[in-house]
């Protein structure tokens, strides 16, 4: 199923839908700053010199397509800085890009990045943990690849769940290096001759990865390169809108093939973690001016040693010291810093209770 939307009275959309073309073409027909984030699987232009065999003499499948062949490094540098340059037109102020390939491309690709004035945020290293042997043994063998990170320019708000990221990988906090296998078995497509459908599809681990750490539901995700449609399988997965652009007409009949298959999460499961700092910002004040805690009323801390009297203008008073929960807080405890919304409690009920149970009643209502 496919839709269109207008937004702020610009052109159409095609969203969720696979765009057959030339990326550079067809990005320019879109709207300016109308998406939210890109994927592009560039042409590692490998420049392979003859076939590449086993040690048993059985031909590697390797990338040979035409799409892959560049005349010169000038000529793949040219492609690069015009893809690139449509790429950053259609994003919005606040959106971002990732862009994966090999040793044999990405250094280029990272200076045209820097060049057109993205803001690189990470490289990501990922380790494939199943990677294809170095055959004829006089190199080390190609165990990753390298996905670059940016927001289309500096100081851009870009999104990053992180919290989502940490409990992704057993709340530890999600380091720049992946350790995901290749695509194998059920997951690698096949064409209608049975042989692979594309010779760099991506795991779908990675692109869920990448999907859920910088897009929200709702989001829209552009893949140039679209290929077999790992990034539109997954956008639809995750609640993403999606737009593809490919020129092969068998790719893009395995990838629509594929999309169609693929059943939408359930909306409450698409929820995820979010960060603290991404909640909205209540000042300890509001509790005071809308009742929640009255002027004269006494906080204690959490260890019941010390306390301080609330004031009108939302501050404290202990002592000598005047000021923030978090000033006098820390003041009390002879610290340099102190999160007063955990650090103090009133009573209730003979009972102490968080400060911050104020403070997140106000934001649920922010919210509703």
């Known amino acids: 199923m496919t839709k269109t939307t207008t937004r702020q009275g610009q052109r159409e959309l095609p969203l969720n839908q696979i765009l057959a073309g030339d990326c550079i073409a067809e ?15 560039p042409p590692y232009n490998l420049q392979l010199k003859g076939n590449l065999h086993r040690p048993d003499n059985s031909q590697v499948d390797a990338v040979d397509d035409h799409w892959d062949q560049f005349d010169s490094f000038k000529a793949y540098d040219r492609f690069t800085e015009e893809w690139l340059a449509a790429a950053r ?6 959106g971002a890009i990732w862009v994966i390939g090999s040793y044999h491309n990405i250094f280029r690709v990272g200076t045209k990045l820097q060049d057109a004035g993205y803001w690189i945020l990470n490289d990501v290293v ?21 996905m670059i990170w940016a927001s289309k320019s500096e100081g851009g708000k870009y999104t990053f769940n992180y919290e989502a990221m940490k409990a992704l990988n057993d709340d530890v906090q ?22 692979k459908a594309h010779p760099t599809q991506k795991p779908e681990a990675l ?9 929200n539901p709702g989001d829209v995700v552009l893949d140039p390169f679209f290929g077999t ?7 639809k997965m995750l609640g993403r809108d999606f737009i593809g652009i490919e020129r092969e007409p068998e790719y893009r009949e395995v990838a629509q093939k594929r999309i169609d298959n693929v059943r939408k999460i359930d909306s409450d499961a698409l929820t995820v973690s979010t960060s603290k700092r991404a909640e909205p910002r209540v000042p300890f004040g509001q509790l005071v001016e ?3 805690l009255r002027p004269g009323e006494m906080l204690v801390s959490g260890n019941g040693k010390n306390a301080a009297k609330v004031r009108a203008d939302g501050t404290l008073v202990a002592n000598d010291v005047k000021g923030s929960i978090h000033k006098v807080g820390a003041h009390l405890e002879g610290a340099p810093s102190c999160n007063g919304w955990t650090y103090w409690h009133f009573k209730k009920d003979g009972k102490p209770v968080s400060i911050d149970v104020l403070r997140q009643q106000i934001r649920a209502e922010m919210r509703d």
Do not use: Q
Not at 27 to 41: G, H, Q, R, T, Y
Not at 89 to 94: E, F, G, M, N
Not at 208 to 214: C, D, G, Y
């Open 229 to 235: 449609g790992t990034t539109g399988a997954v956008a």
């Open 126 to 146: 990922w380790r494939k943990s199943n990677p294809m042997p170095n055959f004829r043994g006089m190199r080390l063998t190609n165990a990753h690849e390298t």
């Open 174 to 195: 999600m380091r720049s290096d992946w350790v995901l296998p290749i695509c194998n078995g059920h997951e690698r497509l096949k064409n209608s001759r049975g042989e």
């Open 27 to 41: 990005m320019n027909k879109l709207p300016e700053a109308s998406v939210d984030l890109i994927f592009a699987d």
């Open 89 to 94: 037109r259609i994003l919005k102020p606040d």
């Open 290 to 292: 809308r009742g929640m």
């Open 207 to 215: 692109l869920h990865r990448v999907l859920l750490a910088t897009t």
